[in-house]
């Protein structure tokens, strides 16, 4: 049986959400962020050596990475299930947004996340100072790039239901995350259809139990 080591308010909903999509027998193994610094706990790296999560043990077969998760049990146990058929345009689009999520959408959501730890945590003295050398970073590139990438991702969705065609599929998952993170971080007024996709699948029973059995999620 697959394990999943789930850290709370991360990517590691997503997993529990595919399973129970796939409807597939697994336990959930707890894990709070540290309180101050909202890091995951020391105990994570005895399952994976970065200490991260998500992170899957299936009878001794470790696999970490949401997207490599993703890949490896659709892959293993999705008997064709959240998945195009291969050689279809659907497919080309499955494969592009399994890993534009991680690779073009979450970096700039992670700087902005983070410039606003620095300016917050600064002490008082020092706070100009921070804003002053991430303001500029935060207007001239991370904002524009955040709105860019929105912009784009809402055309996508305006002339498909889902993003791999008219079928939901586990990139319909993975491109969970980053939009749950940008309606926390981003105005959403201008991009509807991102905001439709995103009470959509939180209106989903496999969604609903995911988040059952995981805990409080800060973004849903």
């Known amino acids: 049986m697959i394990t999943?080591?789930?850290l709370e308010d991360s990517r590691s909903q997503r997993v529990l959400w595919l399973m129970e999509e796939l409807q597939l027998p697994y336990e959930v193994k707890r894990y709070e962020r540290d309180r101050k610094t909202r890091l995951a706990p020391p105990e994570l790296v005895k399952v994976h050596p970065l200490g991260k999560s998500p992170v899957i043990d299936d009878d001794?077969?470790?696999?970490?990475?949401?997207g490599a998760i993703v890949d490896y049990v659709v892959g293993r146990y999705g008997d064709g299930r959240l998945i195009p058929l291969a050689g279809s345009d659907a497919r080309l689009d499955y494969v592009y947004w399994l890993h534009f999520a991680e690779g073009s959408a979450m970096p700039p959501l992670v700087m902005k996340l983070i410039f606003g730890t620095?300016?917050?945590?600064?002490?008082?003295?020092?706070?100009?100072?921070?804003?002053?050398?991430?303001?500029p970073v935060l207007a001239d590139y991370v904002?524009?790039?955040?709105?860019?990438?929105?912009?784009?991702?809402?055309?996508?969705?305006?002339?498909?239901?889902?993003?791999?065609?008219?079928?939901?599929t586990a990139a319909d998952i993975m491109m969970s995350f980053p939009l749950e993170a940008a309606a926390a971080r981003a105005d959403l007024s201008a991009t509807p259809k991102v905001k439709a996709f995103l009470a959509t699948i939180h209106a989903r029973p496999a969604y609903v139990r995911?988040?059952?059995?995981g805990g409080p999620y800060a973004f849903a």
């Open 143 to 168: 904002e524009p790039n955040i709105a860019k990438q929105l912009a784009f991702v809402e055309s996508h969705l305006a002339a498909s239901p889902w993003f791999a065609g008219a079928d939901f």
């Open 118 to 135: 620095m300016a917050e945590r600064a002490p008082k003295l020092l706070k100009g100072v921070v804003k002053a050398v991430t303001g």
């Open 4 to 6: 999943v080591h789930h």
């Open 210 to 213: 995911a988040l059952e059995r």
């Open 60 to 66: 001794g077969r470790v696999v970490a990475e949401t």
